[in-house]
């Protein structure tokens, strides 16, 4: 019944992604939490803060590329500007890496390992976004499917040779193989960059570099400084068990919402961009977002009733606090839900400067619940930051909302 309906909204696009996404989160998940009772709470943690590192570095590398991809119109300025993407990116990782040479709390080899992958799969979603853009959807699906499948498969076998933070080489090696993939896939699309054709276009966009990549790096500092933060204050093993959390809570925004997401996008910038009835914009975005709450409602009921108890059978007491941290932490996920799947429509409506006050709250909101967590403990921590996520979401949507809906009536 899901899937017909999401081939009623947009063709078989969704369902393509949707099935993609779905092999690789569902590699992630039940393979993640085999890995992490055969690693341990406490290298688990180490894998977290790789992937944190990971993750902002993505966003600091990508000087709002994937925008400059996306909303062009033209196919020679998209090739152009997806090649003089790699040569930029390339550029600023050789300069990120001299990072490594400072003291820092994270061990030189994950911050080196972090950085580095963030540059590779920086490369590989500006892959998927050209592939996208290129309507050429099933490529976007393998490539997606890639980095999970090999990341696992190599996981496992550290497992039995013993590998020192296996977790954290079998996920480079992942990265790495859907990296050259994607390289393969968008072969044909690379050109001798014209950078001075990109920065004229570039020229024309000045609200990306003005609140966009400000707001997206902010929202990676949001979304990703946590387990950084916590390793700071609280055991690897706590950290393991926040992570672990984070990973379950995040499978079903992943899975359905990136799947939407992918295909509103560019829909969405097509409806505004050919000046279309405002209130089919409106009723797009919210068929979108709550056809996405309500799926990730009932997921999240799942996890809570019958999920819970099946994790506490399987994991032992190095993991009791999973039970809780999932509980609370479902309430600030599920108004997140309702953001996931159209967060793009802030930069469609070139209303970036929100977007950037928000993953400011959102940022804040980290440091606020690092620091009442430091003093109460980590449960504490959790439930606060929750809290404001709950609430942030929240009046988030329903600001995007109130705008669409005073345009549609302008």
Not at 129 to 154: H, N, Q, Y
Not at 168 to 189: C, E, P, Q, T
Not at 249 to 262: D, E, F, G, Q, R
């Amino acid at each position: 019944m899901f899937l017909n309906k999401l081939r009623r909204l947009n063709g078989s696009h969704i369902t393509t992604i949707f099935k993609g996404n779905f092999i690789s989160k569902f590699v992630l998940v039940i393979g993640g939490l085999l890995l992490a009772k055969y690693y341990g709470s406490s290298e688990y943690g180490i894998f977290s803060i790789y992937l944190s590192i990971m993750s902002i570095f993505t966003v600091v590398l990508s000087l709002a590329q994937e925008h400059m991809i996306m909303l062009e119109g033209n196919d020679k300025d998209v090739n152009n500007n997806f090649s003089a993407a790699l040569i930029i990116s390339a550029g600023v990782t050789v300069l990120a890496l001299f990072l490594v040479f400072i003291p820092f709390h994270v061990p030189k080899d994950i911050l080196f390992l972090g950085i580095f992958t963030g540059f590779i799969y920086l490369i590989t979603n500006n892959a998927k976004f050209l592939l996208a853009k290129k309507k050429l959807f099933k490529l976007v699906s393998v490539l997606t499917i890639i980095d999970s499948v090999v990341s696992f498969l190599f996981q496992v076998l550290f497992v039995f040779i013993k590998v020192e933070n296996g977790l954290v080489i079998g996920s480079f090696i992942g990265y790495i193989v859907a990296f050259l993939a994607a390289l393969y896939y968008s072969r044909k699309y690379f050109v001798k960059p014209d950078m001075k054709r990109y920065i004229a276009h570039a020229k024309t966009r000045p609200e990306l570099f003005k609140y966009s990549y400000p707001s997206t790096l902010i929202n990676a500092l949001g979304n990703n400084i946590m387990p950084i933060l916590i390793s700071l204050y609280f055991a690897d093993s706590l950290l393991g068990e926040y992570s672990l959390t984070v990973k379950i809570m995040s499978v079903p925004l992943l899975l359905i919402s990136s799947s939407i997401a992918t295909v509103y996008y560019p829909r969405a910038a097509e409806l505004n961009n050919r000046g279309r009835s405002r209130s089919e914009l409106f009723a797009y975005t919210k068929k979108m977002s709550l056809m996405n709450f309500y799926i990730i409602f009932a997921l999240y009921i799942l996890v809570n009733v019958a999920g819970i108890p099946l994790l506490k059978m399987f994991f032992n007491k190095n993991w009791e606090h999973l039970g809780l941290f999932i509980f609370l932490m479902s309430f600030g996920y599920l108004t997140r839900s309702l953001i996931n799947p159209i967060a793009d429509i802030l930069t469609i409506l070139k209303r970036n400067n929100v977007a950037l006050v928000f993953n400011i709250y959102l940022f804040l909101a980290n440091i606020a619940a690092i620091f009442i967590g430091r003093e109460k403990g980590i449960s504490y921590l959790v439930g606060v930051f929750s809290l404001f996520l709950f609430l942030g979401y929240g009046f988030l949507y329903f600001y995007i909302m109130f705008i669409l809906k005073k345009n549609e009536s302008d």
